[in-house]
């Protein structure tokens, strides 16, 4: 399809265990941002791409999270040694350059 | 501290009336605004924008207002209809801010039939 597309759709994981949650972004699009959504609220920035390089990672909530775009188009966060707190879903979107933001459908992660 | 407010969660309105939806900021380096709706389980689309050298844009029945001196905008739906009911999320970014959009917590829509 031509949108963005995250999988998995949802991934349970055991508390301490690494989840990897991957993004392919629409074709052509520069932009690429990783946001977190908390039950009941809006999505968090977590961090933010242009390209390869990552010119923004300050929403990223601690250094269990790391995300990475080697080639400038598909993007994966990972998150090492799970926490009860991380569960949410998780939201990739691009764009190009400082245009609107197409959204995937999110990665729901239940950490139990 | 919320840079972007949607003080009312929730909305009802009739199935043909107007739906007004308020979002309020408090940085004022914001320059370009969107609004977004999300269905259950679906990420959030894109619905319109509006730049700050404006204070108006309409796209079919969706209308977006600025008020840059009280850092307010408001999104109308006219007609509104069941099919607009959604989770709607205002959100703010600038060129001067970062290339990151800000989100509000959103406010959920429910036209009656």
């Known amino acids: 399809g031509a949108g963005v597309s995250q999988s998995p759709r949802y991934k349970v994981a055991k508390r301490g265990q690494d989840v990897a949650l991957r993004c392919d972004p629409i074709s052509g699009h520069v932009s690429l941002f990783w946001y977190q959504q908390a039950l009941g609220q809006g999505p968090e920035f977590l961090t933010y791409?242009?390209?390869?390089?990552?010119?923004?990672k300050s929403g990223l909530p601690s250094d269990r999270f790391f995300a990475e775009r080697p080639e400038g188009s598909v993007s994966t966060l990972k998150i090492q040694r799970t926490q009860q707190e991380d569960s949410a879903v998780y939201l990739c979107?691009?764009?190009?350059?400082?245009?609107?933001?197409?959204f995937g459908q999110g990665t729901r992660l239940t950490v139990v | 501290d919320q840079q972007v407010k949607q003080n009312s969660p929730s909305l009802s309105v009739q199935e043909g009336r107007i739906s007004i939806l308020n979002c309020d900021y408090t940085n004022s380096m914001f320059d370009y605004f969107l609004w977004y709706k999300k269905y259950p389980a679906e990420g959030p689309t894109f619905l319109i924008s509006i730049s700050s050298i404006k204070d108006k844009n309409e796209d079919g029945r969706f209308t977006v207002f600025l008020n840059k001196s009280a850092k307010h905008l408001s999104l109308h739906i006219v007609p509104s209809q069941p099919g607009d009911s959604a989770v709607y999320f205002c959100?703010?970014?600038?060129?001067?801010?970062?290339?990151?959009?800000?989100f509000g917590p959103g406010t959920r829509l429910s036209v009656l039939p």
């Open positions: 979107a691009s764009s190009f350059y400082a245009t609107e933001a197409f």
């Open positions: 791409f242009q390209n390869e390089a990552q010119l923004d």
């Open positions: 959100a703010a970014s600038g060129a001067n801010y970062g290339q990151n959009f800000v």
